[in-house]
């Protein structure tokens, strides 16, 4: 059964307190995202990662950090620096193609995190 | 910056009516243009997508319009049933020409309630 899990669902934080987000995808796809999503500002894009030991930052990548040291795996760390973590955390992948095709990307289920 | 604005932020219809969503962008290099439609808990999920190349794509009940010169587009949902109920987003991308990374730029969603 091909897809992306993230773990856990609901994860809840106590201020200055890192914590860290698990994406795994058994789609054998190069490209993984992670992105925030908060009410009335759709998705914004916070890392993504185009191959194993890269990866980009994204529009709003301060108090963030990842790693990606396997194909299926892209953890995401919200770290006390965040100043507002509090949000719903989607991680997405794609296939790397060449130019001429909209490599579609392919969401998990979500993890919300409420920092107390 | 906002570069993909999506109106309205909330739609209620009844049942048989045709929902109307609208996305206005700005940059100029966006070449490809999706739809995502998510569920409450649920990761969003690609519904249709257009080139700016074509006015109009039809896929079932979906039907995306697009305007270039006004750089305008929508999605229209015909016979809205109470099941098509969710958040839908307009996204924009500059990855359809020559760069194999799609990156996207979501619009702020719009919340559709179909009324049995």
């Known amino acids: 059964d091909g897809g992306i899990t993230q773990s856990p669902k609901y994860l809840f934080r106590k201020e200055g307190q890192n914590v860290t987000l698990s994406c795994e995808q058994n789609?054998?796809?190069?490209?993984m995202y992670w992105y925030r999503q908060d009410p009335g500002q759709g998705l914004r894009l916070i890392y993504y990662?185009?191959?194993?030991?890269?990866?980009q930052k994204g529009d709003i990548a301060e108090g963030y950090s990842v790693s990606r040291e396997k194909k299926e795996s892209f953890p995401l760390t919200v770290t006390s620096a965040q100043k507002n973590p509090t949000a719903f955390y989607l991680c997405a992948s794609s296939i790397v193609g060449t130019g001429g095709s909209y490599n579609e990307q392919f969401f998990g289920p979500g993890t919300r995190l409420t920092v107390l | 910056q906002q570069q993909v604005k999506q109106s309205p932020q909330s739609l209620i219809v009844q049942k048989g009516g045709i929902s109307i969503i609208n996305c206005a962008y700005e940059n100029t290099a966006f070449d490809y243009f999706p739809w995502y439609q998510q569920f409450p808990g649920k990761g969003p999920a690609l519904l249709i997508a257009i080139r700016p190349d074509v006015s109009e794509k039809k896929e079932g009940r979906f039907t995306i319009s697009f305007n270039k010169s006004a750089k305008q587009f929508s999605l229209h949902i015909m016979d809205s049933q109470p099941g098509d109920s969710a958040t839908y987003f307009c996204a924009a991308t500059s990855g359809y020409r020559g760069t194999s990374y799609g990156k996207l730029t979501f619009g702020q969603g719009t919340i559709l309630t179909v009324h049995p």
């Open positions: 990662s185009q191959i194993v030991n890269d990866f």
């Open positions: 789609l054998n796809h190069d490209a």
